[in-house]
């Protein structure tokens, strides 16, 4: 076997144990004869594989009955539309934009206004290093909502203090789901994409708040309806059953790996050790304010833009993979998320302290 250590951003690397499991049952499910991706979804058998996952998911974040769970498809982009379209009741939602992703799920709702739909206001503008200070906020008085990406994925930049805001909040937490604890009834809707943090692209989860379900605009199409998904069970139509049931044994070894407090120990040491190489060196820079640099992904940039093709390639030789940064911001990024080990990260740290001494 040569599973190498994978940086990549999303599709994200997945635990080698959780696709042992998978290969193991992949042919022959339990003994049925058949794989879990050719039975229904709407068999017993599969319908125990959703429900655990669920519950499983419930009790690794604390989830309580007042919020469903929803898993469903379409990325963390078809929600940009889907949260106005649920929540928007004519009135105006709040947007943070902090980096790519806000910004994206802002323009998105933004359309909305020509619809006659309600008002979307941007509350404070970020450049992609920093947050803005919330004294620097223009909140609506009675939002509809206050939409913000705490981990803008991208640049690297992450909101750790869940907003005081009086409005239902609204995060696109796709890559950040899982990485530390949350208190999840701080939130009205979380929602992220599975592909970072948590399983294989196609599945896209959401956690609402039960009473904020009964919101939704005449014009919503059913299948992006919140209240018609949870009356279903998520299965309006057929849903990405085979990333679903990943997504299930993903959440069964973080349960057995010491749960999200346990990973969140591991990921803050993770981080520790990039940005620590980063600040002791002058040949590595990370722009980020450092109370919101990013436990999950590290962007960084060389002294000399020339040698990052070099850096590559010898990463890539070393068994280090995907370290190419996002085009928008240029240089390296190391996605660290919780399926990426504590000794691939080291060996990363490594490699640069090795490259700095021969190439600084
Ligand atoms: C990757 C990402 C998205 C886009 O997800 P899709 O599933 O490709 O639509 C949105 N928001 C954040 C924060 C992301 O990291």
């Known amino acids: 076997m040569n599973r190498l250590a994978n940086f990549c951003a999303g599709p994200a690397t997945m635990p080698t144990e959780v696709l042992q499991k998978a290969q193991a049952e992949l042919l022959d499910w339990r003994g049925k004869g058949t794989s879990v991706m050719e039975i229904s979804h709407r068999s017993a058998d599969y319908i125990e594989i959703a429900t655990k996952a669920e519950q499983d998911l419930r009790t690794l974040m604390g989830i309580s009955d007042d919020y469903a769970v929803l898993f469903l498809q379409g990325g963390a982009s078809l929600q940009f539309s889907a949260i106005p379209f649920n929540l928007l009741n004519g009135g105006t939602a709040d947007y943070l934009n902090t980096g790519t992703w806000s910004q994206k799920a802002y323009k998105e709702a933004k359309r909305y206004e020509t619809l006659g739909l309600g008002s979307i206001n941007l509350v404070a503008q970020g450049g992609g290093k920093d947050v803005p200070t919330p004294d620097t906020w223009e909140l609506t008085d009675g939002a509809s909502y206050f939409h913000y990406c705490p981990n803008e994925t991208i640049h690297g930049v992450q909101i750790f203090d869940t907003p005081k805001v009086n409005a239902p909040i609204v995060a696109d937490m796709?890559?950040?789901?899982?990485?530390?604890?949350?208190?999840?009834?701080?939130f009205g809707l979380i929602y992220a994409g599975a592909q970072k943090n948590i399983g294989p692209a196609g599945l896209t989860l959401v956690i609402v708040r039960k009473d904020l379900m009964e919101r939704a605009s005449a014009w919503c199409p059913s299948i992006l309806n919140y209240k018609n998904q949870a009356d279903s069970d998520s299965m309006l139509n057929t849903p990405s059953t085979?990333?679903?049931?990943?997504?299930?044994?993903?959440?069964?070894?973080?349960?057995?790996?010491?749960?999200?407090?346990?990973?969140?120990?591991?990921?803050?040491?993770?981080?520790?050790?990039?940005?620590?190489?980063?600040?002791?060196?002058?040949?590595?820079?990370?722009?980020?304010?450092?109370?919101?640099?990013?436990?999950?992904?590290?962007?960084?940039?060389?002294?000399?833009?020339?040698l990052d093709k070099v850096f590559l390639e010898k990463s890539k030789n070393a068994g280090l993979l995907n370290l190419k940064g996002h085009r928008v911001v240029g240089g390296m990024r190391a996605s660290i998320y919780n399926a990426v080990t504590y000794e691939q990260v080291q060996a990363l740290a490594d490699f640069m302290k090795e490259f700095e001494k021969t190439h600084a």
């Not at 040491?269 to 990013?294: C, G, M, T």
């Open 174 to 186: 796709s890559s950040c789901i899982l990485s530390e604890p949350i208190n999840v009834s701080d």
């Open 242 to 306: 085979f990333a679903w049931y990943l997504s299930g044994l993903v959440f069964e070894w973080l349960l057995a790996n010491g749960g999200v407090e346990g990973i969140a120990k591991t990921n803050r040491a993770k981080a520790e050790l990039l940005y620590q190489v980063i600040d002791n060196s002058s040949f590595y820079d990370n722009a980020v304010n450092p109370r919101h640099r990013s436990i999950m992904n590290v962007p960084f940039t060389l002294a000399d833009s020339e």
